[in-house]
């Protein structure tokens, strides 16, 4: 028997060392600018990233993993990239992103810098319909979405139009993450 399917990839990706430096920067940068841009941040506050040195360490995290997320989609040609957004979300206890997908570039992702145990899961929806919805079998697969369960210095990469959003957060501290917005050159 021979199989064949449609699949969308999700890229994760971990950092080891501490980036707590960029945790001040970004507590700093919100005691300054305290407006929320909030365009999914529900009781949060979620603000573009300005380019300066305090943000650049993490940007130089993103897309030195960003081509062997490329790699496995069968993008091998070395092609040109940049952001097209780069912000932050802090989100306290109580905060989420609602539902939505991204047109500013071909490729998103998040990269956590602060998540505790129930800080709030990202769901990415799959955008496939399939035989698996339905009630007549049981598998311990879910096909209707994918949860990546955040954590202190991981990343993720995926399809921008991938419909998504960040469960509420449960825990006791602020969730930290950077979202952004990839565009190929």
């Known amino acids: 028997m021979e199989y064949i399917s449609f699949e969308e990839v999700v890229g994760l990706y971990r950092h080891k060392e501490s980036l707590e430096s960029i945790i001040k920067s ?4 919100r005691d300054q600018n305290t407006i929320s841009d909030g365009s999914s ?3 949060g506050w979620q603000k573009e990233l300005p380019e300066t040195p305090e943000f650049c360490e ?15 989609l069968g993008i091998t ?6 952001f097209t957004k780069f912000f932050c ?11 939505h997908s991204h047109n500013v570039g071909e490729f998103s992702g998040a990269f956590w810098l602060k998540s ?7 769901i990415i929806m799959n955008p496939y319909r399939n035989s698996m919805l339905n009630t007549l079998c049981t598998t311990n ?3 209707n979405c994918m949860k990546i369960t955040p954590e202190s210095n991981l990343g993720c990469f995926f399809n921008s139009n991938l419909i998504h959003y960040v469960d509420v957060n449960r825990s006791n501290t602020d969730r930290i993450s950077i979202a952004f917005h990839i565009k190929i050159l």
């Open 41 to 43: 941040n529900v009781d």
């Open 116 to 122: 505790e145990e129930n800080s709030g899961d990202i």
């Open 77 to 82: 040609d070395r092609v040109g990239f940049t």
């Open 58 to 72: 993490i940007r130089d995290i993103i897309m030195d993993n960003f081509p062997e997320y490329l790699d496995k």
């Open 26 to 29: 970004i507590y700093n940068y």
């Open 89 to 99: 979300n802090v989100n306290p206890p109580g905060a989420s992103n609602t539902m």
């Open 141 to 143: 697969k879910n096909y």
